[in-house]
């Protein structure tokens, strides 16, 4: 049976109410997505994401296939579609979506033609088209700036294009001889930051490479000007601890990481000023851990914003003045149509629509969405305009500009706007798995069954996410200690037990992969966790002493790490992945075999109770296969490492000082990749910390392990 007019005009409204909310949840929470390990918060967006396109082309055919006219229609399809490019901190989901851009350019093709359409049919008034044709170009230039970001994330189109120029010049850079490179005034790094879009750019054969005309020209900031600046904001006064300076550091080695992902090669890996810049520049005095960490850290959240948002095309040609100008536009927009509003009284006969208290329900939703307009817009001027491209653009202009670096007002400003950090490019969680404590665990049947299997994919048995924990610090100044004793040299974790002492059997370091060595590592040392929870009371104070020890949480906390790896992100292990998968799945299979007796009973799944009595039981299990003999098995060869670790290093601090140091290592080792697109997929999940690794790798020149050379 056919609506009525008024049954009709509610769908409408509804319709076009569920978009503005979702586009708005959308725009708003899609800023702390990146830095967000929150599943349901991940499942919202992708949600809104997913369906705002879709629902604004089912409102709009309601409103092409209505049987009467409102005037209001036109005004509604164009609201939802400057909701739809206005996101700016969001404008993929995954990085299918920027290799897709041509689907989304055709779908937005279609809106904007019934877009058209409807503007012409149902605006009675010619006076009242001008305007909303107008809001139409602007819609058309927001949600063009959406298929530019996309199409410059593309690694197979934009990101090799755009590289290019940074490709080349590093190249020509590592090929020209110069001045001894000195790492802690950046000497010698020509590090691109800014600028190559204003400089006159030729191509040189033979190479036909891309050069700047003039070498010297002072529209081109590197990163070595950036320090050498005089002006009062970045000297050793102004910033004394150089984090103005990381800012524009953070963006030049953006840069040069997006190399890897469209495939260019390291030409400055094999150099000693790459490894120097590491190891005697960010890692220069002791405590600089932090600062490394906080430089990778900035330096992937420009990554990130590269791939998943509209930040890349808004300072393509620096500060985004024309977005602050639709700011402003938007802000005097509404305060005009709001008087309007209050008396619109527009409506008669079977479909005029009111609330209880008489208010004209059209007008009333209007009001709404221009509400959520506006909430929108104030909410993304401050995100983009103290984000930190907003601060490199800045700092640049300040380098640049001699005229800027002798007004106190103007830095006083870019002081303002550099310290002021409204969003955390990572949320410094280090997720955890443990098989002794989750080897049991199955994947609800209610959840995954084959009702639900064509649409989510079933976890594996025994894959069981312990709770995330904060990053310690003590963690970062573990790996960084141990980058600055190995030097150049990764190994997974063989040289910290030379340097330690420690005999183990030879089978533990002859394992045949490294799944494997993970594996039985993470168990041995789960076993000396357990080992130590267990011990007798008289030592209680001794124990728990212990358990507070940095060595302790170190070890620990990157054991349970890298088995989360190998658990839940394979891709970013050594190992092919589905090795590393089979393995893993196997390992359960034969901790489920040889724990039985040993897994969570219904009320501790659902109370969690007894946990001391259980890690109790599964310690003295253990304990018991680490007695046995023969046996090749993950879990035999995990409790025989635990068992020999725990009789032959009798002091517990002691042994936990030489697992945090292996863990260490192994930390770094793993590291190394050539899957850049795993790196960028976790990017929008939260990040990882291998992430930051890996970053910090690369620019000390160590790209593999098997290249990785002493110094």
């Not at 040069?256 to 890996?269: G, H, I, N, V, W």
């Not at 932090?290 to 393509?316: H, N, S």
């Not at 103290?386 to 007002?409: G, H, I, M, P, T």
């Not at 610090?473 to 030097?487: D, E, Q």
Request: net charge positive.
């Amino acid at each position: 049976m056919a609506c009525s007019r008024p049954e009709m005009l509610l769908y409408v409204e509804l319709y076009v109410l569920l978009t503005t909310l979702l586009i708005a949840f959308l725009t708003v929470f899609g800023s702390w997505r990146r830095r967000s390990h929150s599943l349901k918060l991940r499942y919202s967006i992708w949600a809104s994401y997913l369906l705002s396109t879709y629902l604004i082309n089912y409102t709009m055919g309601l409103m092409k296939t209505a049987t009467f006219r409102h005037d209001l229609f036109s005004v509604w399809a164009v609201f939802l579609i400057i909701f739809l490019g206005s996101a700016d901190c969001i404008s993929a989901y995954s990085l299918e979506d920027c290799e897709n851009r041509k689907r989304y350019n055709l779908e937005v093709f279609v809106m904007y033609f019934w877009l058209g359409w409807l503007i012409g049919v149902h605006t009675q008034k010619f006076e009242h088209m001008i305007p909303l044709y107008l809001l139409y170009f602007l819609s058309l230039r927001r949600t063009g700036c959406r298929a530019k970001a996309l199409e410059l994330a593309s690694k197979s189109y934009g990101l090799v294009r755009n590289t290019k120029l940074v490709a080349d010049f590093m190249e020509d850079e590592s090929n020209r001889e110069g001045d001894e490179a000195d790492p802690t005034c950046m000497r010698g790094y020509k590090y691109l930051v800014k600028g190559e879009k204003k400089a006159k750019v030729k191509v040189q054969a033979p190479h036909y490479h891309m050069q700047f005309e003039t070498t010297e020209d002072p529209k081109v900031i590197t990163i070595d000007m950036i320090w050498q600046c005089k002006g009062r904001l970045l000297s050793s006064t102004g910033d004394p601890d150089g984090r103005l300076k990381d800012i524009c550091l953070s963006y030049a080695l953006y840069r040069l990481l997006c190399r890897r992902f469209a495939k260019y090669s390291f030409p400055e890996s094999s150099q000693l000023k790459t490894w120097n810049f590491v190891r005697y520049g960010l890692l220069s005095k002791e405590g600089d851990h932090e600062r490394a960490f906080r430089v990778i850290e900035m330096e992937l959240g420009f990554l990130y914003d590269l791939f998943y948002t509209k930040y890349p095309v808004l300072f393509a040609k620096g500060l985004p003045l024309l977005r602050n100008f639709e700011f402003i536009i938007v802000i005097f927009g509404c305060w005009v149509v709001v008087p309007t509003l209050i008396h619109y009284q527009e409506g008669t006969g079977d479909w005029y629509l009111a609330t209880s208290s008489g208010r004209n329900l059209d007008a009333l939703l209007t009001g709404v969405v221009l509400l959520a307009i506006l909430f929108m817009e104030i909410v993304q001027f401050f995100v983009v305009n103290f984000s930190d491209w907003a601060k490199v653009q800045w700092l640049c202009y300040y380098v640049e500009k001699s005229s800027l670096q002798k007004n106190k007002c103007m830095e006083m400003i870019i002081r303002v706007i550099c310290h002021r950090k409204l969003l955390k490019p990572w949320d410094r969680k280090l997720s955890q798995y443990s098989l002794l404590e989750s080897f049991s665990h199955n994947p609800s049947v209610l959840l995954y069954n084959c009702c639900t299997s064509p649409y989510i994919d079933k976890p594996r048995n025994g894959l069981k996410l312990s709770a995330h924990v904060t990053l310690p610090t003590g963690v970062k100044k573990a790996i960084i200690h141990s980058l600055k004793t190995n030097g150049r040299t990764l190994t997974n974790g063989v040289a910290s037990l030379q340097r330690n002492g420690v005999n183990v059997p030879s089978w533990a370091s002859q394992l045949p992969t490294q799944t494997h060595v993970i594996m039985v590592w993470h168990i041995a040392t789960s076993l000396c966790e357990l080992n130590l929870s267990s011990q007798v009371i008289v030592t209680g104070e001794q124990v728990n002493h212990q358990r507070e020890s940095e060595d302790f949480i170190v070890a620990t906390k990157l054991s349970k790490y890298c088995a989360y790896l190998v658990a839940f992100a394979p891709r970013l292990t050594p190992d092919h992945p589905y090795i590393t998968e089979f393995i893993f799945d196997h390992v359960v299979v034969e901790a489920r075999e040889k724990l039985k007796g040993c897994e969570k009973s219904i009320c501790q799944k659902m109370f969690n109770l007894c946990k001391d009595g259980r890690k109790k039981r599964i310690s003295e299990k253990m304990l018991t296969i680490g007695q046995e003999g023969g046996d090749q098995e993950i879990l035999v060869k995990g409790a025989k490492l635990g068992k020999h670790l725990i009789e032959t290093i009798k002091e517990n601090g002691q042994r936990w000082k030489i697992l945090a140091e292996f863990w260490a290592e192994m930390m770094l080792f793993v590291a190394p990749s050539d899957d850049e697109t795993a790196h960028a997929e976790h990017l929008a999940m939260g990040g990882e910390f291998v992430t930051h690794l890996w970053a910090l790798l690369s620019h000390a020149g160590i790209l593999k392990r098997d290249s990785a050379q002493d110094v």
